[in-house]
């Protein structure tokens, strides 16, 4: 069965640091790859996908993504942490062909330092 | 376009109780599913739906039913609602058929069982 690991549960940083969320998965071929924020009391928006090509991928808000094939991740980062960027972050996989069931990671929560 | 439309927001039920939490989409979409979140645990996917008149399991079922007679309804019921149950509920909609396409989150339903 496919899984996702996020390892770190809770992450603090600077305004103006950079910021990288780490994802792994598990799976036997390359599934598709997803993170999600989810403000407080909020649903879920996606941020960035990958399907296929350019192993570099560009989200929305400034964030950015890169898969690894090798270490089967699949890492977010973004160069400059805005205050507003403060939320919870979930990397997921999905099957490919018909299936659109999602597997979630646990989580990661993003603090902002002023 | 209201995209994926949850009702009710928030909900606080007795134990024992019976409940419909509704989920309607609008962008003709053929796969919709219903997550549940619960903290440290990301979301699970309860049931889904690749089409009006088919439903099939996720990875936690049990204590829900689900039926879809239209594309545009997913209504999920609980038949005796328990304090295990208490979590948040998204329901999500794609479309099926071709790989790669964007998952649609509701903005969630919070349940409380008491």
């Known amino acids: 069965a496919q899984s996702v690991t996020q390892p770190d549960i809770h992450i603090t940083v600077s305004e103006g640091a950079s910021l990288e969320l780490r994802c792994n998965y598990s799976y036997g071929a390359t599934p598709y790859l997803f993170w999600y924020v989810q403000s407080p009391g909020q649903g879920l928006q996606l941020l960035l996908k990958?399907?296929?090509?350019?192993?570099l991928v560009q989200g929305i808000k400034g964030f950015e993504a890169e898969f690894k094939r090798s270490q089967s991740s699949f890492n977010l980062r973004k160069p400059s942490v805005h205050w507003s960027d403060a939320a919870e972050y979930f990397c997921a996989v999905c099957l490919g062909g018909s299936a659109r069931q999602l597997t979630f990671g646990s989580g990661t929560q993003l603090t902002v330092l002023p | 376009n209201a995209g994926v439309t949850q009702t009710p927001k928030f909900q606080v039920l007795k134990t024992g109780q019976s409940m419909t939490l509704q989920c309607a989409q609008d962008?003709?979409?053929?796969?919709m599913s219903w997550y549940r979140q619960d903290p440290g645990m990301g979301l699970r996917l309860i049931h889904y739906s690749v089409g009006a008149g088919i439903t099939d399991q996720g990875e936690v079922p049990n204590g829900y039913n689900v039926s879809r007679s239209t594309t545009e309804d997913f209504p999920l019921r609980l038949l005796s609602a328990a304090p295990s149950q208490t979590s948040v509920y998204f329901c999500?909609?794609?479309?099926?058929?071709?790989?790669?396409?964007?998952?649609?989150f509701g903005e969630g339903s919070w349940l409380t069982v008491v």
């Open positions: 962008m003709n979409h053929e796969y």
């Open positions: 999500a909609s794609s479309y099926s058929g071709v790989s790669g396409n964007t998952i649609y």
């Open positions: 990958y399907f296929s090509g350019d192993t």
